[in-house]
Structures are given as C-alpha cells and as structure tokens.
C-alpha cells in the first residue's frame, strides 16, 4: 500500500519568512495530493490539492509543487503570518484508494 | 450544502459498553472515511467505505471495530466493549470521487 513520509515533524519561522513542508510517497499509482491545516482541537481543513498532471499549484500564499518522477511533492508557505500557525498534513490517493496521510509538521510562526 | 456532520461531538463510555459513532456525508458524496487521532498525533486511517460496500478496511482492528455505510443513512462506527485505550478523536471524511475529502469535527470518545 501507499507510504507517505512528510519532514520536518516541527517547523518554527519567523513572522514574514517562509515555510516549506516536504513529503514523500511510495505508490507510483497515486495521482492526488491533498494538503490539509488542522488548528488545535479542530478538523484537518484542505487548503489546496494538485493533481498528477499538474507541477505547481499556487493559491495566494500558498503553493504546491509535485515530481512525479521522484515521488515527492511540496507544501510553501510565503509571508507567513500567526494565523499560518498549525499541523500541516500532506496526504495521498489513486483509484479507488483510501487517501494515506504523512505525520504531520507542527508549524509556529513567531511574531 | 451542510458539511460533513459527525454526531455525537463528546462521547463518554464506561469500560465494555458499546460507543456508537455516526457520519453523514456531505450531499452527493458516496465515498466515507473514518480516521482515529491521539492527541498530538497523525491521522491513522481505519475504514474506506462507499454505499453498502467496505472498500478498504486494512486499519481497523479486526475485534471489537465495525463499520457500515447503509444505502440510506449515516456511516455508523461502532465499537463494542470499549477499553481505555480507545479513547480518542474519530474524523469522518467524506469525497463525491476519488480525492477531495472534507472532514467533519469529529467525535471525541473518552473511556472511564
């Protein structure tokens, strides 16, 4: 089945820096690749999904890129703010296939 | 269009009683997923399922753990004779197709 490996676990950036958040996978048949934000107590919320026949991705300051070739794809956050402050998720799908989260990356924006 | 609804939000059982966990998908989506998290923890995937048919149910443990999604209703997570160690946050996502699954906010089961 799918593996997705996601680093760092924990990410501290200065307010107005930027965050990159990397994750790997193992199914070459994955072809969907969702990013989710989970604030503390809350449900993971998507913020922005690529597809396989796409290699960027952008949403204001938000933006994914995706190598099908090395199986990894990337979450960057521009200008960050504290409200950016949470656990990201990257995940994985293809077919009929459950999606396969990665462990998450606890992201701090220092004011 | 209502969100992906998971009822009830809190869930507090006694040692070996049954908790029973609901999800109704958003409008127009037959793909359902259940997911259990410990605090500070991943998403660990337990059930993939689609109207009446269990897809994918590698994460669910093979005693105790059950799961349905009836043509007509909620997807329903039960747990039979809970132990502490089941306490945790269960999502419930929801997609129209393959990808794009929205979460509802979850149930949180505690054991006592």
């Known amino acids: 089945g799918e593996n997705v490996e996601q680093h760092p676990s924990t990410l501290s950036v200065q307010e107005g820096d930027s965050a990159v958040i990397k994750c790997t996978y193992s199914?070459?048949?994955?072809?969907?690749f969702p990013w989710y934000k989970q604030e503390l107590g809350k449900r993971p919320q998507l913020i922005i999904d690529?597809?396989?026949?796409?290699g960027e991705k952008k949403d204001q300051r938000i933006a994914v890129t995706l190598n099908k070739t090395a199986k990894h794809f990337s979450l960057h956050i521009t200008e960050t703010q504290p409200e950016d402050s949470a656990v990201y998720f990257c995940?994985?799908?293809?077919?009929?296939?459950?999606?396969?989260f990665g462990t998450g990356t606890k992201l701090q924006v220092i004011p | 269009n209502a969100g992906v609804m998971q009822n009830p939000r809190h869930l507090v059982r006694r040692r070996g009683q049954e908790a029973r966990l609901r999800c109704s998908p958003m409008?127009?989506?037959?793909?359902v997923y259940w997911y259990r998290q410990l605090p500070e923890e991943g998403l660990k995937f337990m059930v993939y399922?689609?109207?009446?048919?269990?897809?994918?149910e590698s994460g669910m443990p093979k005693e105790r753990f059950s799961a349905e999604f009836p043509k007509e209703g909620p997807s329903i997570l039960r747990i039979q004779q809970v132990v502490r160690g089941d306490s945790a946050a269960y999502f419930c996502?929801?997609?129209?197709?393959?990808?794009?699954?929205?979460f509802g906010q979850g149930t949180r089961l505690t054991v006592v």
């Open positions: 996502a929801s997609s129209p197709e393959q990808g794009r699954a929205f």
């Open positions: 690529i597809r396989s026949n796409v």
């Open positions: 399922l689609q109207k009446e048919n269990i897809i994918d």
């Open positions: 409008k127009g989506h037959s793909h």
């Open positions: 199914d070459s048949a994955s072809n969907y």
């Open positions: 995940a994985a799908s293809g077919g009929y296939q459950k999606v396969t």
